[in-house]
Structures are given as structure tokens and as C-alpha cells.
């Protein structure tokens, strides 16, 4: 697929942003518990909101409702990225009325604020209404009333009434009526349970659970959920040199993509070099329509934090990054090398390199299960080619080959292997994370007997500045390397034994 190139002008202008975006952060309905478990008493119901980022939001004035009673933040309420804010008919919930281990502190009582529509009832239905076929929505809006996030249970919704804010909380009075705002709502699909919290299977996610008090502000990840989306981050260019800024590219795999396209993101620059990100930084939003890749250049040298979003609202992910200054390149270095899925009964692999004037040969090598690799395709660049070249093959699913390796030959006869992927659910791949790394790299090597490794780690310059021994069992193998002492910069791991292993990575 086309993969499209989108200019970030940092000092320029922004993009538009799309419905649902951002301001300086994310705010998302998390979770919400609408029945109360036996004993619990309806005061024990809860919002958590979380901000995903990639900055923080000021939330005061913002109006949580449920189409009959409103709630409104006190002014000056700010939440930092990755923080949870439970608002809640108490103070505190005792355990396992919010969470089944712990006591929690709401941020706001709405009982007690003095900032509600009218009185919340403390008995009975409170502020949700009760039962599991009961079609209650969840409306976060901002100060203006532009819808923030909502959610429902199924459709038709509740029936709203006209709500005029509190005018005590210093806030701006609104007045409104969910059923005459054209809202988007995403759709939990699944009755209520008394005792039940609906929360996302994980923060920010598109799926929803439904979990007996799982959370109200602590994560809700449970065990064994996972999301349909998951997102590769790489870098194409990490340093900012003279006429050629940084760029990066974040891959999206997904099983369709209508649905999910046009992702929006925003970023934040930490223009004035303080190590935060904090409400004075640069924000730039954008519009990415061109699925699988979002593809991001001109990024000055500096620290980032990148935020994407489906066009559903949610599936929200935050990539921490940083540009390096202009330094000498690697040579003949793969960027990426991925499973695209299949199409009818054909399986297509992509990669992509960089320095491309430097390669002599790519050979793509595959295997069946218990077989060893054997040559398959052979690619090299276009004649005059310089930078990144981006290369597909294709295989039959009915060829029985389904672990692929790239060999990559540099014009000076020198040759290392990248990232094995396998496609029939074999477990592990050659791989070094994270990337950016902080203080300490994890391996996932594989071997095909047990043996040692000898390793290297090299500059940017081509200088040795680590080296050890790696005890390899048959199968998959996990290691950590400590590199806390590395100054910030780009370095390549190199792996000897019977399959050289070459990866490039950032150190932070």
C-alpha cells in the first residue's frame, strides 16, 4: 500500500484537527460503573476519565453528564499525561465496592461539590439509571459543549432532559440537551450486571469489558485482553542533519482498515528543552488517510511525544522519541523488515533500508518448520539509488514456508541477517527492545543449538564501546544488556555465530 509522507512544520502551521482529536492531551471515558453492587449503595458509582496524552489537559470546566443531571470540573483542574481523574457519589469507595482490592479516593464527590445540575439521588438508581438493559449514555463535553468522548450501552439512548450547568463553580452556565447534539457514540454491545463496570479492555482502547469493579483509577488492563490494533514505531531518520530533519514512521496492524482510517495524531515538542512536556511546549496535530503507515518528517532535533487515534475515537497510543544532532550514518542498515498479511492465498513481506548506495544484494531466505533456510528471492537496489528504498516479496500460503529472514550484502562483500519473522504461530523473533532504550536493552534471539554468542555494540563512528558473551540455548532466548553508561546517540548490535545478527538502535 502507498504509504503517505505528511510535512510536520514545527514553526509553521498546524494541521486541522479532525473530530475527537486533541487539545494538548487526550481525555477519554475510561471506565464507568452505572449498578452498584449489593451493599455498595448507588453513591458508590463512578466515571474514571483518563488523559493519554501526549501532553497535559486542563480539565476545569469540562461537563460530564449522563443526559439528565451534569456534573461540572472545578476550574484549574489539570491532568497530566497517563493520570486518571474518578469522580464518584463519595469520597472514598471501600473495597470491592470500586476496586475488588482496594480502597479508593474519588478527585470529586459529585454529592458534595456544589457543582451539580440539581441533586444527584443517593439511593435508588443515583445518577445512572439501574438494570441490565438499561440504555444509559455517558457524555464527556468541554467548556463550549463540543463533545469530548461518549459512550452507550446499546441504542436507543435514554430519553435527556434540558440541563442548565451549576452556577456555582465558576465555570461559564451552559444549557443543553444530548438528544438535540449530533453525538457519535461508540457502542459497549452488552447488558449491564450489577456489580459490573464498563471499562476498556485496555486504557484507551476501542474494545470494552465488562469487569466486576476492575478499576476507578489504577489501570484496567485485565489479564489476557488484548486489543485488535497493535502499532510498530521506527525510526527512518534519527538524527537532524543539514536539509534532511528527522522523520519516523508508526506501522498499524490492524485486520481492516476501513473503519479505522483517517488516524489523527498529535505531537508535542519540547521546544523549550526543559525534559517535560508541559502546557507552554509546541503542539502540531495531523491527519494521516493513507493505511497501513503513518509517515512523519522535518522533525527538528529535540525530545517528542507522539499520541495517535483511530477516526472511532479511541485505540490511543503514545510513542516517546527524541532527534538526534546530525551524526555520520550506518551503513546498509534495515529500517524495518514485517509480515503484511496475507491477501486470497498470498502472503506479502516488506522491508525497507536505508543508505540504499551502499548495497549490493538483498536475499530473502525462508524456511519450513524443521527445515533449514534456503535461498529464495534475490533483490538490490535501482541503479544511482541513494537513502531509503522500500522493497515486497511475495510467497504462497500452500508453499508450507512460514519462517522468512532477510540477508543483507553491503558493496563491500560484508553481510548480517535481520529480524526472522515467523507467520505459522511459532513463538520469538530476532529482536532488540525497546528502541528508543533508556537503561537496558532485552534481546529475544533465536538459535538453532545451544552455543555461545560473542556481541558487540558499536558507535555511530564505528567504535566498539561494548562487548560480552551470550549463552544461546536451541529455541528462543531472552537477554538484558545494561547501557545506562552509553552516552545518547545511534549504535548497532552485532551478534556473531552460525547467523550474524546486525540491528540498529537509539540510545535515549
Known amino acids: 500500500m502507498k504509504t503517505k509522507l505528511i510535512h510536520i512544520l514545527l514553526f509553521g502551521a498546524a494541521f486541522l484537527i479532525a473530530k475527537g482529536s486533541y487539545g494538548q492531551g487526550r481525555v477519554v471515558i ?10 455498595c449503595g448507588a453513591t458508590a458509582e463512578f466515571v474514571e476519565l483518563m488523559n493519554f496524552g501526549p501532553g497535559p489537559v486542563d480539565i476545569g470546566c469540562y461537563i460530564l453528564t449522563d443526559g439528565d443531571f451534569s456534573v461540572t470540573i472545578p476550574p484549574n483542574t489539570i491532568l497530566q499525561p497517563g493520570e486518571y481523574y474518578v469522580l464518584a457519589g463519595q469520597d472514598v469507595i471501600t473495597g470491592p465496592c470500586a476496586n475488588i482490592d482496594s480502597t479508593i479516593t474519588a478527585d470529586l464527590n459529585w454529592n458534595s461539590c456544589h457543582c451539580t445540575s440539581g441533586t444527584i439521588p443517593t439511593t435508588g438508581d443515583g445518577f445512572f439509571t439501574d438494570g441490565g438493559s438499561a440504555n444509559e449514555q455517558v457524555v464527556l463535553l468541554s467548556p463550549d459543549l463540543k463533545v469530548v468522548d461518549a459512550v452507550i450501552r446499546s441504542f436507543p439512548a435514554e430519553v435527556s432532559s434540558d440541563i442548565t450547568t451549576s452556577n456555582e463553580t465558576g465555570c461559564t452556565v451552559m444549557t443543553f440537551n444530548l438528544d438535540k447534539m449530533a453525538i457519535a457514540y461508540e457502542t459497549l454491545g452488552m447488558s449491564t450486571g450489577r456489580g459490573n463496570s464498563f471499562a476498556r479492555k485496555l486504557d484507551g482502547d476501542c474494545g470494552w469489558v465488562k469487569d466486576p469493579q476492575q478499576s476507578a483509577n489504577a489501570t484496567n488492563n485485565t489479564p489476557g485482553d488484548a486489543s485488535d490494533v497493535t502499532y510498530e514505531f521506527s525510526y527512518v531518520t534519527a538524527t537532524d ?118 548495497l549490493q544484494a538483498i536475499i530473502l531466505e525462508k524456511a519450513r518448520p524443521g527445515e533449514p533456510f534456503t535461498g529464495s528471492q534475490n533483490f538490490s537496489a535501482q541503479p544511482g ?104 546517540g545511534i549504535y548497532q548490535f552485532e551478534a556473531s555465530g552460525d547467523q550474524p545478527i546486525s540491528f540498529r538502535f537509539v540510545k535515549r
Request: net charge neutral; glycine share 8%.
Open 30 to 39: 475510561n471506565e464507568y460503573m452505572p449498578w452498584t453492587l449489593n451493599g
Open 385 to 488: 539509488a541513494t537513502g531509503f528504498c522500500s522493497f515486497s516479496a511475495f510467497e504462497p500460503v500452500s508453499s508450507g514456508y512460514q519462517t522468512f529472514r532477510l540477508k543483507i550484502i553491503s558493496k563491500d562483500g560484508s553481510f548480517s541477517y535481520g529480524p526472522v519473522i515467523h507467520t505459522g504461530g511459532a513463538q520469538g523473533l530476532h529482536r532488540v527492545t525497546p528502541n528508543p532504550a533508556s537503561d537496558q536493552l532485552v534481546l529475544e534471539l533465536i538459535s538453532q543449538t545451544t552455543r555461545p554468542a560473542l556481541f558487540s555494540i558499536y558507535s555511530i563512528a564505528g567504535q566498539r564501546v561494548l562487548s560480552g558473551r551470550l549463552d544461546l540455548n536451541r529455541g528462543h532466548n531472552t537477554h538484558k544488556l545494561f547501557i545506562s553508561q552509553l552516552p545518547p
Open 241 to 358: 542533519c543539514s536539509g534532511n530533519h528527522g522523520s519516523i514512521s508508526i506501522h498499524v496492524k490492524r485486520n481492516n482498515y476501513t473503519d479505522f482510517f483517517p488516524m489523527t495524531y498529535s505531537i508535542v515538542f519540547d521546544s523549550d528543552k526543559n525534559g517535560r512536556f508541559d502546557l507552554t511546549d509546541q503542539y502540531t496535530y495531523g491527519v494521516d488517510n493513507s493505511p497501513p503507515d503513518i509517515f512523519i518528517s522535518n522533525l527538528p532535533e529535540g525530545r517528542y511525544r507522539i499520541t495517535v487515534e483511530s477516526v472511532l475515537g479511541c485505540s490511543l497510543k503514545s510513542f516517546d522519541f527524541q532527534i538526534l544532532p546530525c551524526q555520520p550514518v550506518l551503513p546498509v542498515k534495515l529500517v524495518y523488515f514485517r509480515d503484511a498479511g496475507t491477501t486470497g492465498t498470498t502472503r506479502r513481506l516488506e522491508w525497507k533500508i536505508a543508505e540504499a548506495e551502499l
